[in-house]
């Protein structure tokens, strides 16, 4: 089993940078991909970005260019550096792991963090 805890959210501004972090623990190999998601009120679920165990990285077209997805392996953490924020970005933001699979299907996932809240002002 799986645990995964995220911090860093908060409330921002239009422009403004935010760090996300995201740290698992259990009795694990933690030799996962590593994926964030987020989730708007009223909509679904989306792929923002991910990495794997091996350095590949992966960034849904709304976030690239902004936002980078970092892991640290010897921490067990991973990392989502959000820069130039804008509003359409608020949402909570999900931390979660797969041992193989699409990475950009929520399904593919396995565990789940309990999410932290990104709010953009304009």
């Known amino acids: 089993q799986v645990q995964l805890v995220e911090s860093g959210g908060g409330l921002v501004q239009a422009g403004d940078s935010l760090r996300l972090s995201c740290v698992a623990s259990?009795?694990?190999?933690?030799?996962?991909?590593m994926g964030w998601f987020r989730q708007a009120p009223g909509k679904e679920r989306e792929f923002v970005a991910a990495?794997?165990?091996?350095?590949?990285?992966y960034y849904a077209s709304s976030v690239k260019g902004r936002f980078t997805i970092s892991r640290d392996n010897a921490k067990n953490t991973a990392y989502l550096q959000m820069n130039s924020l804008k509003p359409e970005d608020t949402a909570v933001y999900y931390c979660?792991?797969?041992?193989?699979?699409?990475?950009?299907?929520?399904?593919?996932?396995?565990?789940w963090g309990q999410g932290t809240q990104v709010t953009v002002s304009s």
């Open positions: 990495v794997s165990w091996t350095g590949p990285t």
């Open positions: 979660a792991t797969q041992d193989a699979g699409t990475y950009y299907s929520p399904s593919a996932y396995n565990y």
């Open positions: 259990g009795r694990t190999f933690s030799r996962f991909r």
